[in-house]
């Protein structure tokens, strides 16, 4: 579980993002973060990735206290706990799929491992016939189902996803988010940050970031 408990995030001189702002994110969830741009979205996903240090408040993952921590013991507790995905997919483009994967464990683990355990994981996102190809060598959605398998190699309980169907087609979008229902049926828990309201809605949960704080958004059925 991950509870963010009366949680201050301003960046100097004077913007304030968060005030006072709580909010409890149960094991397993698939929660929307919507707002509009520079409401704090992608702030609150760095407060919840140990990434943003907030002014005051607190963050709990699984009872234990990120902020409290030192960075060194924040910076292994998020790499087991957190897998993270962006818009802009962020894959080394002189690296192939499969290094891409393997890349961000090369100084924790051995070769061999790493190396079984991305290609389980290249196989389930059904790339497997591209384990050799530049990521300039694939479509957008497959870029971004590389960037996922990269996230998801330590079987992160969390998985953060900023904007991830930002920069694809609705084709592409369509396959991420099947994707996505797959990664939720395992356990894990997502929270996503969107503009879009398809991708939204799918979540189990809808957060608007609305003056410095949460509300609860309704899901639109159907
Ligand atoms: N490092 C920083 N220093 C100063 N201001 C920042 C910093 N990062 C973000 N901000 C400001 O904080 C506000 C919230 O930014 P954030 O990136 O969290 O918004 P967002 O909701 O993700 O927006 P978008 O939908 O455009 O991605 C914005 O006004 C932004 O300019
Ligand atoms: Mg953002």
Redesign the pocket.
Known sequence: MILIDKVNIS??PN?V?LENASIKIEKGSWIS?V????????????LIGGLLLPESGTVLIDNYNLYQMTANERHTFIRDKVGFVY?QFRLLPQFSVLENVMLPLIPYEKKKKIRDNAEAIIDKIGLSNRLNHLPSELSGGEQQRVAFARALLTNPPILIC??PTGNLDAANRDNILQLLEHIHEEGHTIIL?T?DEIVANRGQQILE?EKKSFVERERIHG
């Open positions: 960046y100097k913007t993002i973060i707002g509009p741009s520079g409401s704090g979205k992608t702030s609150l996903l760095k818009q900023d904007e940050a503009h970031i």
